[in-house]
C-alpha cells in the first residue's frame, strides 16, 4: 500500500504560532494560564492543554486574575476591553492574516460601508470579524443567503479565512454581476487555497482520501467535501481509533490531508495506523518483516546493533586489531542510554511517537531492569579492558544519566538552564558526541593506544551519528516545539538543519577516502562513501514525500549503521 501525505497538511502559520504562544505562557506569564474559548478546533490539542494546566474562560467574570490568551481566530475588540477591565493579562495570538481582515473591516466600517462576511456563522473568527462591524455586519454562509440580503448602498465582502475557494468565487461572480458597487476583498488564507487545491489534486490520485481533524473544524469539513466531490471513498477521521481498515484494506494507494489545527503527531499515528494495514493478521514474509522491524526499532536492539556495526567499523577504518570485545560496550551502552532517555524523560514521545511511548509504559519495569543490566554490563567489560576504556564509558554514562536531570540550581541560570538537556540544540550533538567516543575512542583506549587514524574514524561515526538524530530530530520537530525540548532543529529551523544535513553528508563521503588518501585511514575508506550518500538519498526521498515517517523510514535510517558494518566486514574478508 502507497501513503501520500499532502503537503499542506497539518498546522498551519497562525495555528502552530499560537500553540506555541500558548505553551510557553507558564513560564513567561502570570498563572494561572487560560485561553478564552478553545484554543484550536482539535480535541487532541485541548486535552494535552489540560494536561499541562491550561483552562478554557467561557465566561468573562466580573473579576478574575492570571493570563488569558486569545485564540488564532480572533474575538470582538469589545472581548479585549473586557477582559483587561476584569484584571487578565491578555496575550493576543490572533493569526496575523486575521487581523488584516479585521482591519479591513475596521477602516470600512468608519467610513460607514456595511460588511458582509462569508463565512459560517457561530465560527469563532466570523464571530470575531462581526465585533469589528460594530452592528452593520452581516453573515452568509451561502450564495442564496448573499442574495437574500438587501442591497446596501456601499459594502464590502470579505471571506472567512477558510472559506471554500470555489464558493467564493461563484460570490465574486455574483457579486460583479448585481453589486458591482461592492467592494470584494477576497481574504481567504493562501494556506486554505493550497490546501484545497491540493486535496483536489491529490484525489485524482489515489484510491481512498483521510481527511485528518476535528469533527468541529470547519477547515477539515470543507477538505472532506471537496475529496468527496471527486467521488474517490473518503474518510473524516479525529484520530487513528475512527479508521476504517476494513474499508481501507482494499485500497493500493490512500491520500492523507489534514486541516489547519491538525498536529503532525496525529498526522503520523494515522500514517502509522495505515502502514500497518496490509499486514494484519498475515502472515508471510511481507507481515514477518514488518513485525521483526517494528520490534527491533521498539526495543532499540536495531539501534545498538548499529552502535555495534559502527564500532566494528570505525576500528576497520583506524586499522585496528578486527578481533576484540570493543562491540559490546558499544551496544550495551547505546542500548542501555536510549531506553533509559525513553524511560525517565520523553513525554514527547506520547505525541511524537505513540507507539513506543505505550510500549515503555507497559514493559516499563522488565525494561528498566535491561536498561541498567546493559549499562552496568558495558561498564563491567570495559573495565576488564582498562582503566581509560572504563573512565571513558563512566564519563559518557553519567553525561548520558545526567542529561534530564536538575544539576544547576535555578539561581546560577535564572531558571532557564538547569540541565544539560536545557542548552540550546545539546541532545543532538552530546548523542552524536557518545556515540563517536563508544565507537571510535573507546576501542581504540582499549588497545592501549591512540594513533592519529582514531581522528578521522572518530569523526566519522560521530557524522553520521549527528546526521541520524538531527533528521529523527526533524521529524519530531513538533512535539518537541510543544515540550520545550530545544533540540536543533527547533533552535535553527527546519530548513537550516536540512542544508546542514546535506552538506554534513557531502563531507562525510569526502573524509574516508581522503583519510585513506593521507595514510591516515586503511584501504576500507574508499568504500565507506556508500553509506553517506545512500543516507543522503534517502533522507531526499523523504523530503520529496516519497517515503513517509513511520517504522520503514526508521529501520532503513538505522539501517546505515548496519550496512557500514557489512561493507567493513566484507573488506575485511577480501583484505585477509
Ligand atoms: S488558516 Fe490562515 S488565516 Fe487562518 S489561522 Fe491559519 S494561517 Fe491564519
Redesign the pocket.
Known sequence: MKIIIAKTAGF????RR?VEMVMVAPQEHTPPICTYGPLIHNPQVLELLEERGISILETIPAKGAGTVLLR??GVPPMVKDELTAAGYTVIDAT????IKVQSIIRKHTEKGFATIIIGDRDHP?VVGLLGYARGQGHVAATLEELQALPAFPQAIVVAQ??QNTRLFGRIKEWAAAHRPHYKIYDTI????EKRQSEVQCLAALVDAVVVVGGKESG?TQRLYEIARESGKPTFHVESEADLDLEALAGAECIGITAG?STPNWQIRKICRALESVPYRGRGGWRGWLFRLQRTLLLTNIYVAMGAGCLAYTAVRLAGQAPFQPYLLPAMLYVLSMHMLNHLIGSQADHYNDPERAKFYAEHRVWLAVLAVAAGASGLMIAAAEGLLPFAALLVMSLLGLSYNLRILPACLSGGRIARIRDIPGSKTFLIALAWGVVTAVLPALAADRLPPSTLPAFAWATGMAFVRTAFFDLLDIQGDRIFGKETLPVVMGEAAVMRLLKRLLVLLALLPPAASLLGLATGLGWILPICPMLLGALIAAHERGRILPGIRLEFAVESHFVLAGLLSLLWSLLTG
Do not use: F, K, L
Request: net charge negative; charged share 15%.
Open positions: 498551519c502559520m497562525g495555528v499560537a488564532a481566530h493569526c496575523p492574516r486575521v473568527e479565512t477558510t488564507c493562501d494556506s486554505t477547515n489547519a
